[in-house]
């Protein structure tokens, strides 16, 4: 049952991604972003986690689960270093992920050939 929890929630997401594509002016990048500030949000409210465990995957997976991680990684890094920790606690969080990121970048382009944005 938890993978059709995953599935339901995981293409709940998406659809509404698609719909604000398709019928707002809204571009792509607005709408990570604002999958990336649910996910703060959804956490900061304590929701996330609720969510989190009915559908798993479903919701870490997309960008409401980076979202998460930062809010999560800053919210111990405050509790942990003061003030500074608004600073230095959700690149921490995210580090591994963002590390990831960048080492598969580096091996897509040295793999395959690049093309520069025609305008």
């Excluded at 809204?26 to 989190?52: D, H």
């Amino acid at each position: 049952m938890s993978f059709l929890y995953a599935f339901f929630v995981g293409g709940l997401l998406c659809l509404i991604a698609q719909l604000l594509i398709d019928y707002t002016s809204l571009t792509p990048a607005r709408i990570l972003c604002s999958y990336v500030v649910a996910g703060v949000v959804l956490e900061a409210l304590g929701l996330y986690g609720w969510i989190f465990d009915l559908a798993g995957a479903g919701i870490s997976v997309p960008l409401t689960g980076f979202g998460s991680l930062l809010a999560t990684g800053v919210r111990e890094a405050v509790d942990e270093k003061g003030l500074l920790g608004v600073f230095t606690g959700g690149i921490a969080a995210c580090s591994a992920g963002i590390s990831g990121a960048l080492v598969l970048s580096l091996l897509a382009a040295l793999i395959f050939r690049p093309k520069p944005k025609e305008l």
